[in-house]
């Protein structure tokens, strides 16, 4: 378990689950995967969502694809149990501890690889593939060289860099199919995420 894993884990990652409940981000996440969808040749049946916390994610998806299956990995106990409440399937587990023989139409993260520790990138972007039949979507804060910012107080906690360009470069079964960034400043606002979505060939 990383320093990353541990602090999402733990006290802080119970106190997230409150700043992410609310019906204008149920909103954003609506506007944000119908722009994406629309995007994919053929509608995914089946997702695997990296970091679900309590399915605000999965609550969308199923809005717009309502007999999706959708599978959650989620460190935190709390946010955990809110997911399996939902409606999702899951495991509580760390990311960097995951591993699964299943694979899925639609594998992706949304602002969850810019909490990881950067030495975990490479093997996550690899279970991303080898998990996905089809896509895989990253979802993050973009920065051109990698940089640590501080989070809420704390140090090491939060890192831009280009995830989409690191996984494309890591990754040669697959390209990119489409590209998009959601602005704070939207109609329907989210929080200045680049978004890469990519197709097995």
Partial sequence: MTEQANFWKGEFGDDYIGRNNSS?????????????????PKMPAS?????ANIGMNFRA??????????????????????????????????????????????VFTKGVLIHLNPESLDETYKKMAEASS????????FSPSPVAIEYRGHGERLFKRDFGGEFLANNEDFRQISDGFASSRSTFPADNLTWSLFERV
């Fill in 134 to 141: 089809q896509y895989v979507l990253i979802c993050e804060y």
């Fill in 61 to 106: 998806l199923s809005l717009l694809s309502p007999d999706c299956d959708f599978y959650g990995v989620e460190v935190n106990q709390q946010a955990f149990d809110q997911l399996i409440q939902a409606g999702a399937r899951g495991e509580n587990s760390s990311i960097e501890s995951f591993a699964t023989d299943e694979r899925f139409d639609f």
């Fill in 47 to 51: 997702f695997l969502e990296l970091g």
């Fill in 24 to 40: 204008s981000l149920m909103a954003s996440s609506l506007f944000l995967f119908g722009q994406i969808l629309s995007k994919c």
